[in-house]
């Protein structure tokens, strides 16, 4: 009986959570701020939650310091981040938690399930936007016309591809015979669109293939790029190596004893590996973020090309999220949401680095409180699109 | 001498009564506390309960099936890497097929298959369990990821349509499987000899085999009931988000362990083993969380939330182990 009892208590208060949770489900339109209610008119702060994946990086580290110590200054909106997010569930649970306490929107820069998170927000009527990666095309043909979809600003795959390609483009037209090659986080796909531009961008094929998505799929099936299947041109590919583990360090000095006369990196290159490749003297490139880290390695180390975002570059998401909470949403001439491809800067000096590095400084982002005044109000596509094309730094 | 003895069995019972109402104390207080953190920051709080709900439902039902194979003394740290693999599989059947029966197929055949492919192996190779355990997860988790990437592209993950899972994914459904799933473990764990053999083996192997239980049976029944538990613990998963990515239930193998042993069950198995413990221990770690979250600041929160948890952690591992430290065997 006593048992008994112990059982009926234990499952008694699960059920107590559960029923409680159940009485009143959340419905759409439910959240704390409506297109109803603008909050330019209500005057009330507007509330953003922020899904993150990545807590520690550079570029992310750059991403939150712009709009908390910037556009929160600048604007009436709050700012909460998520904890690391690493599944679609941990994802969705996130976004529920942010309806229950009333925040009105969501950016997102976590890409484990998009589609779900843009379900569960248009399910709890929070406004969301897309501040990192994009929509696959099928995804956004399906969404792209909901009201609660504000729209994604930021590089495409076909724009990380590009990044990729031309990075190693530029070392095939210096001149570089052998190069080593880091994969950073394949299977991300960011990375294995990176690394297949690359390819392309030395002269190379991958398992006989040139053409783009070919290439793509085969490092999916491979989860990483097999070096025997890459057949080189002029630029020989002497080693490659990916992720960050116990063998890392091995890996690389094994890159490095293959004496490469460059190491390109498709991420995290300028965080793990600037020392090494400084002190074994090879010119590195990489696809990261204008940081004070990566300024140094360019001005004194040997980071000799950097393709990068720059912090202030979601401000167009946070001006197109604004408008939409204020009740003045941006919608192409279709009443589709915003969808927009960001480019990466490119610098391959000190000088070019500084430049970009200036225009976006703490205080003086490229996307300032001038520049983001212009993209909030009764905004038309077009003059929103021309402002984020405008502004590159 | 007789007063002396009477005095050593009534402490004796109430540091019994002590360990086995504290987990239930615990999460009484965790879910008042929740309940006013909530009210008085001005949340929804049938919103927000319905959450911890489904963010506990799957740690617990997995977890309760894992306390068959924790009872024997032993561990599996795959059940994490099971889950995922299973809701792979699942989703790759039904992509196929598209048909709900077949799916859930999948995913129980893959669930339980695996889960007696690590008892039966260390059965033929006469190692310890959580040794397969520990090679199990590392294949599972990478033919996982090899089927996720392959077929996930871009997308970064395996998914099915949200409309094939939307009927199921409503309280009463989860809560009449969480029942369902508990009464069974109920009744075979308190009230067969599978549940009473099992804490003998947990408690003293050695004993148990010179009476005549057969180890391997009962690890292997352990397994079973484990991979029903993983096999459902999967399908909710993807009731909840109908996708399948590499970091689908990373963390479910090591929460089985934390609530488990917040549900006031020893690790090391045996005749003090309680079903309810996962339940019950599952989703004070779960409020416990929530608390902890909604309390410290995100910007310093994370190290702060996860070092007050590891000492609430170890509090209870210290009052549960006063237990174990009884001049009278379990009874």
């Known amino acids: 009986m006593k048992k008994f009892l112990k059982m009926m208590m234990s499952l008694s208060l699960a059920f107590a959570l559960a029923a409680c949770g159940s009485s009143t489900p959340a419905t759409s339109g439910d959240s704390g701020s409506t297109a109803a209610q603008p909050a330019a008119v209500s005057g009330k702060t507007v509330k953003i939650g922020v899904l993150v994946a990545d807590v520690s990086g550079e570029e992310a580290l750059g991403f939150r310091s712009y709009f908390e110590n910037y556009i929160a200054n600048n604007y009436n909106a709050e700012f909460t981040y998520t904890e690391q997010l690493t599944d679609a569930a941990g994802e969705k649970a996130a976004i529920e938690k942010f309806a229950a306490q009333g925040y009105d929107a969501i950016i997102s820069m976590s890409d484990s399930d998009r589609a779900t998170q843009l379900q569960t927000s248009i399910d709890n009527g929070l406004y969301y936007a897309v501040a990192s990666g994009m929509l696959a095309d099928e995804q956004f043909e399906q969404y792209k016309s909901n009201e609660y979809f504000v729209g994604q600003v930021g590089p495409s795959m076909d724009a990380e591809y590009e990044a990729g390609y031309e990075m190693g483009k530029y070392f095939a037209d210096k001149g570089v015979k052998k190069v080593a090659l880091y994969g950073a986080f394949i299977p991300n796909p960011m990375h294995v669109y990176r690394a297949a531009g690359v390819l392309a961008g030395i002269g190379a094929t991958y398992g006989g293939a040139s053409e783009k998505d070919a290439v793509v799929g085969q490092i999916f099936g491979d989860q990483g790029i097999d070096i025997k299947k890459v057949e080189t041109g002029d630029v020989e590919l002497v080693g490659y190596f990916q992720g960050f583990g116990d063998t890392t360090f091995d890996e690389l000095f094994a890159c490095i004893g293959a004496q490469p006369e460059a190491f390109l990196s498709v991420g995290m290159a300028t965080t793990f590996f600037t020392q090494n490749l400084n002190d074994a003297g090879i010119e590195f490139s990489d696809i990261d973020s204008f940081t004070e880290a990566n300024g140094e390695a360019m001005k004194n180390g040997k980071l000799v090309y950097l393709a990068g975002k720059y912090s202030s570059s979601i401000g167009p998401v946070f001006a197109a999220i604004m408008n939409a909470v204020n009740g003045t949403p941006v919608r192409d001439a279709d009443g589709n949401a915003i969808s927009l491809s960001q480019d990466y800067l490119v610098a391959t000096d000190a000088a070019s680095f500084e430049k970009y590095a200036t225009a976006d400084k703490g205080d003086t982002p490229i996307f300032s409180k001038d520049v983001l005044d212009t993209m909030i109000g009764a905004v038309s596509y077009d003059d929103f699109a021309t402002a984020v094309a405008a502004n590159r730094g | 001498m007789d007063e002396k003895k009477k005095e050593l069995q009534e402490k004796n019972r109430k540091q019994q009564l002590l360990v086995t109402l504290l987990p239930f104390a615990a999460l009484i207080l965790l879910f008042v506390i929740l309940c006013i953190v ?284 006063m237990n174990y430290r009884s001049a009278y065997l379990p009874r």
Do not use: W
């Open chain 2, 38 to 321: 909530i009210q008085t920051k001005g949340y929804r709080l049938p919103m927000y309960l319905k959450i911890i709900f489904n963010e506990g439902v799957v740690l617990a039902i997995v977890a309760t099936g894992a306390t068959f194979i924790y009872t024997l003394g032993s561990f599996d740290i795959s059940l994490g890497a099971s889950t995922l693999f299973a809701a792979t599989m699942g989703v790759m059947t039904y992509n196929a097929t598209n048909s709900m029966p077949a799916m859930l197929g999948a995913i129980f055949l893959t669930a339980v298959g695996c889960s007696l492919l690590s008892s039966v192996l260390a059965s033929v190779f006469h190692i310890p369990v959580f040794v397969t355990t520990v090679a199990m997860m590392s294949v599972l988790s990478a033919v996982s990821a090899q089927i996720i990437t392959v077929n996930g592209g871009a997308l970064g993950g395996i998914s099915i349509p949200s409309a094939a899972v939307a009927p199921y994914d409503n309280m009463a459904f989860k809560i009449t499987v969480l029942v369902l799933f508990f009464a069974l473990c109920l009744f075979l764990f308190n009230f067969t000899k599978i549940g009473r053999r099992q804490k003998f083996l947990g408690g003293n192997p050695v004993c148990a085999k010179l009476t005549g239980i057969d180890m391997n049976k009962y690890a292997i029944i352990a397994f079973l009931i484990a991979g029903t538990g993983v096999a459902i613990g999967a399908f909710l998963t993807l009731v909840y988000t109908p996708s399948v990515t590499t970091g689908t239930a990373g963390s479910i193998g090591m929460n089985i362990l934390v609530a488990i042993v917040f549900g006031g069950m020893p690790i090391s198995g045996g005749p003090r083993s309680r079903i309810y413990a996962a339940v019950t221990g599952g989703f004070s770690y779960i409020i416990l969380n929530n608390i902890l979250k909604i309390l410290i600041d995100s910007n310093a929160g994370y190290g702060i939330s996860q070092i007050i948890s590891a000492v609430f952690f170890l509090a209870v591992v210290y009052v549960t182990s």
